[in-house]
């Protein structure tokens, strides 16, 4: 994680302990994870996220996740029914994947986001991120919803009933970074893939994630 000064001034040792803690949940879960993710605090709802994508052929996206499967009952089943059921789907489709999944899967080539959100090349340009995390500060969460805070692992204690845990919605967050997007939308009430909408168009309809 790459903190803006916003983070540890909100609150002392924020950052490291992203860097410590938090991340070391991911490292002894994952043998492959690997992502720069540039995080602040500011006015939204309680987090929000934005990943770098990447769009790929479902036969080569099939095909990566073949390669690069454990072999364990689990990614056994899952390749089995992705063959079975989603081929028939979306063999012909793209797929959304996020440049943190598009790295771990042996994809190159995948684009960045810098901390203002404009497009970059990752390992080429400074400044250049997987993903940007915001979280909301406590003054404005407050303001939206009285008496609620964040709590904040660091300074110990136990968290109240009001309270909401930072570093559950940062983890939360880092998840879609890594890869946990979904192009299902429920915002109008109805199933919609907002995948193939704006600038993800080209990607053809019916588009889905990695995730779905």
Do not use: K, W
């Not at 095909?63 to 089995?80: E, F, H, R, W």
């Not at 090349?121 to 407050?142: E, K, Q, S």
């Amino acid at each position: 994680y790459t903190c803006d000064p916003s983070v540890d001034a909100t609150a002392a040792g924020t950052c490291a302990y992203l860097n410590t803690t938090i991340a070391g949940l991911y490292n002894s879960t994952f043998i492959n994870v690997s992502a720069d993710i540039f995080i602040e605090q500011g006015t939204t709802g309680l987090a929000a996220s934005e990943a770098a994508e990447s769009f790929v052929p479902y036969s080569a996206y099939l095909s990566a996740l073949t390669g690069t499967a454990s072999g364990d009952g689990v990614d056994t089943s899952a390749l089995a029914a992705l063959n079975s059921l989603d081929t028939a789907v979306y063999g012909s489709d793209n797929v959304v994947i996020t440049s943190a999944l598009a790295g771990a899967l042996g994809f190159t080539g995948a684009g960045g986001l810098t901390a203002a959100g404009a497009n970059c090349t990752l390992g080429t340009d400074a400044g250049c991120y997987n993903g940007i995390i915001m979280v909301t500060t406590p003054a404005n969460l407050a303001s939206e919803h009285p008496g609620q805070s964040l709590y904040y692992r660091q300074n110990g204690g136990s968290i109240t009933s009001s309270a909401f845990d930072y570093y559950s919605l940062v983890e939360h967050e880092t998840d879609q970074v890594l890869g946990a997007i979904s192009c299902v939308t429920t915002g109008g009430g109805v199933l919609t893939d907002h995948c193939d909408a704006g600038t993800r168009a080209a990607a053809g309809a019916g588009t889905p994630s990695a995730a779905d």
